[in-house]
């Protein structure tokens, strides 16, 4: 190792980059595109599900059954029909996702029994959607049956002491509002992450490869880990001040509450860089041309932070054996980091299971990258 | 270095590349003296390029070993590396740097110390003709530039051996003039020139010339000792008109070792004991070929390569 050596190399790297309008975007404008598209773009929650009412009695009481779906916020009354085919037609057209029938004899029953069933249908062609939509609907009627148990107890003498009303009051940490949001962004900051560094990285030496500058460069007493740390040390920085940049945006502009330290964000990052650039890296050596190089970049850095890492989907509900797997993937390490520092305020030594895990990836990913290039053609 | 004076600069013993089935270099042997410069002359895909990697380090040897300056391929292709210059076949300079950032990186890289950094920067610049033109971007530079300075780059750091693959491929004949101008500034500095070409006229520019066919080294001698020894019999130049005809009846006639076409005129090679220049020109008009003139000259490099090339491929038809 040549400290005049590897200067040259980073700084020649350094200007390549400044000079390609490609690398350039893909350092500068991609973080902003998928901050911007992501972070508002990306979330699981839904409100006002359109919903379609068929109340076949019309009475205040299957009226006040519509309105709390409607003031609960989570729904909104898109048909008011009188048949039950219009539900069918609402539903063909994706119009309405969910529907609620009340029947003609509701009160009545309600008044005798002090319970009435409410028919609820649901379009369930996207699942996910009408998952939430169910749970949302369930809790408008449970809200509602204590309120009408309630009140037809009292109508019958029993005092709600003597019953003992069990109510759920629940208490909810970390994401007070429930916004899941806060739950994706830093997410987000991993998939942007992973995606530049490793798209980057992966021109490095495909590009000297494909330009014929690499057969002048191998003839030099230039060392493989020269070249290796050279070019990496541009896109570390790079890569640095992406972050800050996607970090600062997730905090400041999307007002994600962070409440860790910044010195253990700052070390998982650059952790977590450093991993990404050595898979990009890696292909780079043995992908020789930079369009080869950059799709399969793209495939594993893309994929595993989208599907495994549980940046939207969660990996408690994972099968088991997709669970093993997010294990074996790198971003669903700094997820979880990223997440516990930003949410929980959690420090260094209370992830320590993931920062072991982030960490024996990067001192793989480094030690096979520092292996990988030869200086033969 | 634990050269002694008569260390050769680059000595070859067997060298073998095989691809596959295809062996682009076969037992290729080869010592080259301090401050030759050397010639290599062969078609394309006679193995000229491999053998030239083989000697930088590039590409292993399939069998054989070889060093330069004194250090051995295998065992020591560092330190080969920072005792030779390279010059490969494509243009291999960044183009999106300019001249003076080229020259730069490639100083840093060979570790050129910072005190004469400066001036062999200089220099560089002003052997590649690029005064003024220092801030350039590379690729914005003309084919002669370009060669000149990915020379300058070559030798920034003083390398004792140089190895320039085809350099003046696709440049034009006064720059290619120009370059070889320069490789002799070098050679009389006692550099160690290798330099592979397919132009004969440039061969004529080198102290040694290796001919190689097929991977294998064919004859290598200086430019007058291929001319003396390898033609068998003597050369003479045919004017005619048609040559067409004066080839055909060329073909089977008696003392005729070899015929053919060099631009408007024929050469023709005979026996040591065939017809001599007037029995030639009877010979001809006896097949109805008026022949203008019919004299003997000199051989070319280009005419004893054709020679044995096509000697080597009567060889390997018969065996």
Request: glycine content about 8%.
């Amino acid at each position: 190792m040549n400290i005049r050596r590897l200067l040259a190399m980073a700084f020649k790297e350094t200007l390549q980059v400044w000079r390609d309008p490609r690398s350039l975007a893909v350092a500068l404008l991609m973080p902003v595109m998928q901050m911007a598209i992501l972070g508002y773009g990306v979330s699981l929650d839904i409100r006002h599900v359109p919903l379609c009412v068929y109340d076949q009695e019309n009475s205040q009481a299957s009226r006040a059954v519509a309105e709390r779906f409607v003031s609960s916020g989570w729904f909104s009354v898109s048909h008011v029909i009188s048949r039950y085919s219009g539900i069918a037609r609402a539903m063909d057209r994706s119009e309405c996702i969910a529907a609620i029938v009340i029947p003609a004899n509701f009160s009545r029953t309600l008044a005798s029994t002090g319970s009435a069933p409410v028919q609820a249908i649901f379009d369930a062609t996207d699942v996910n959607t009408t998952n939430i939509a169910l749970g949302y609907a369930q809790g408008v009627v449970a809200q509602a049956n204590a309120q009408i148990s309630a009140q037809w107890d009292a109508a019958h003498g029993v005092h709600p002491s003597q019953v003992g009303t069990v109510e759920l009051d629940p208490s909810v940490w970390f994401n007070e509002t429930l916004d899941s949001r806060y739950f994706i962004i830093p997410g987000v900051v991993a998939v942007i992450l992973a995606l530049v560094g490793a798209q980057l990285t992966s021109l490095t030496i495909s590009r000297e490869w494909e330009r014929g500058t690499m057969e002048q460069l191998i003839s030099t007493p230039v060392s493989a880990l020269e070249v290796m740390l050279g070019k990496l040390i541009p896109y570390f920085v790079i890569g640095l001040l992406d972050a800050a940049f996607c970090l600062a945006a997730a905090i400041f502009w999307f007002k994600v509450p962070f409440r860790g330290n910044v010195a253990a964000l700052f070390l998982t990052t650059a952790l977590f860089n450093l991993v990404v650039l050595g898979i990009g890296y890696l292909i780079s050596v043995r992908i020789r041309s930079q369009l080869g190089a950059s799709q399969i970049a793209l495939m594993v850095t893309m994929l595993p932070t989208t599907l495994l890492s549980g940046y939207t989907f969660p990996i408690d509900q994972m099968p088991a054996a997709i669970r093993a797997l997010t294990y074996v993937v790198y971003p669903r390490y700094y997820v979880t980091i990223l997440r516990g520092i930003f949410l929980k305020g959690s420090g260094l030594a209370d992830l320590w299971a993931p920062m072991l895990g982030l960490s024996v990836y990067a001192v793989v990913i480094i030690w096979l990258a520092s292996r990988a290039f030869e200086k033969r053609l | 270095m634990n050269a002694g004076e008569d260390m050769p600069a680059v000595l070859a013993e067997g060298l073998t590349k095989r691809f596959g089935d295809f062996v682009a270099v076969d037992h290729l042997d080869l010592r080259i003296g301090k401050g030759q410069v050397v010639g290599f002359i062969g078609p394309n895909g006679a193995g000229k390029s491999t053998t030239i990697r083989m000697l930088c380090g590039l590409l292993v040897p399939s069998a054989g070993r070889a060093s330069v300056s004194g250090f051995d391929v295998g065992r020591e292709p560092e330190a080969v590396r920072a005792h030779i210059g390279y010059m490969s076949q494509k243009f291999s300079l960044y183009g999106d740097m300019t001249v003076r950032e080229n020259l730069r990186f490639f100083g840093g890289i060979y570790r050129v110390p910072k005190a004469q950094s400066a001036e062999r920067m200089r220099f560089a610049i002003s052997m590649a003709g690029l005064e003024g033109r220092e801030d350039a971007l590379v690729r914005t530079l003309a084919g002669g530039w370009k060669q000149r300075l990915a020379l300058g780059c070559a030798i920034l750091h003083r390398p004792p051996v140089l190895f320039l693959d085809e350099p003046t491929s696709g440049v034009e004949p006064q720059a290619r003039r120009q370059f070889w101008d320069l490789i002799h500034e070098l050679a009389a500095e006692h550099v160690t020139i290798l330099v592979s070409t397919h132009y004969m006229d440039e061969a004529e520019y080198c102290n040694q010339v290796a001919l190689i066919d097929r991977g294998k080294l064919v004859a290598i001698g200086t430019p007058g000792e291929l001319r003396g020894h390898h033609l068998r019999g003597k050369l003479y130049e045919v004017r005619c008109m048609p040559l067409g005809g004066a080839l055909k009846a060329l073909a089977g006639m008696a003392g005729v070792a070899e015929a053919a076409i060099f631009g408007d005129r024929l050469h023709v090679v005979m026996t040591e004991n065939g017809p001599d220049a007037t029995q030639l020109s009877r010979l001809l008009a006896d097949h109805g070929v008026q022949a203008d003139s019919v004299r003997e000259i000199l051989p070319s490099l280009e005419d004893v390569f054709v020679q044995l090339v096509a000697r080597g491929a009567e060889r390997r038809v018969t065996s």
